[in-house]
């Protein structure tokens, strides 16, 4: 009898094969690992499984609301432990295990699952719960001819140091055509860990955005330079677009130019759009760390977070009319999606057109590039969508 993928038959028949006879149970595990993916996602749950000696294994994950930490269960006479957690179709989870062991704590990568993420920090396993696939217009596709990465460093006068930045141009770029412009926040690590040339590529190259010229930009003080910071906002109005102006032929309308940005780079996207109204035509904002107070001034996310709490409380005390339109996304499991959900009828009483989209995801690169579609093409769409919507 093999064991079953249901942690329930799971556990019933291990306890059952591993009292009986402990050479068995050894090689019955083996083979309910060979004839299994893990994490087990079997609707509406996910069963998390770790084999290896220790004093107790736990789940760590990043779903905001609920216990970051949950221990996996032992199975009785085996080396096989289990956790199953209730998942919502087309969620996707990142987590490490971490492992007691000779009075130890370690977190590591889950051993029996292949598919991790990686960060700044390091790195992640990724649990899917099923529904959720991977976009195809995430992976390289052979047939999308690949534009090209140009460096560029900027002197800045307002930030009193070079400004670095990596210019994508696309493949069929040509100087007697204009383009729009996209300025992207962080742009190294969204290159890096968000995929964005392989992206950019394959939606232009099916037509759901036009060819664009973009600026890939990085902060050398990020905390600093992205919390509603002058000096930042102006070396992008007053320094790098017209540079870029000069350099490249961009169309020189508003709503042919955007700010985009994660996180405290959303907030620098949005800050400079305020300090500037009308000069960005559209404004692509995820998971911004948009941190207010609605009594008084304190908060509790240290002196770092002063700045963007003063910006956002005036931006809600008097909500102003800054761009044409704007794309809001957040994950449903990451802290920040009350803060952008407040943000949304807020930027709407304006006028702005806005469209907010939720994932069943959190605060990380992979659930930001799953959203470049859905945002891309709404602010930019390309000859496809113009003929077909």
Known sequence: MTLSGRYKALERLAIRRFEESRPKDHAAVDRFLRENRF???????VTFVYRGE??????KHWIYALPSMQPLTRIPGTDLWYLTVD?????????????????QRGLIIDPLNPHQSHDPYGSNSVAHSGGYVRPDWTLKDSSAREGRLEPLVLKSKHLGRPAASTIYLPARFRRTRRYPLLIIHDGSDFLRYGGLQVVLDNLIYRLEIPDM????????DRLKEYAHCDAHARYLTEELVPHLSSVYPLRPNPADRALMGASFGA???LSAAWRSPGFYGRLLLLSGSFAFTDIGRNHQRGPMFDPVVEFVNAFRADPQFISERVFVGCGVYEPLIYENRTMVPLLQSTGMDVRFVEARDGHNWENWRDRMRDGLSWLFPGPLLLVYE
């Open 87 to 103: 998942l919502p179709p087309g969620s996707r989870v990142e987590y490490k295990f971490e492992v007691v062991h000779g009075g």
């Open 39 to 45: 994490p087990i996602a079997e609707e509406p749950s």
């Open 54 to 59: 220790a004093q107790a294994v736990n789940l």
């Open 267 to 269: 907030v620098a996207s």
């Open 213 to 220: 010229i973009v600026a890939f930009t990085d902060p050398v």
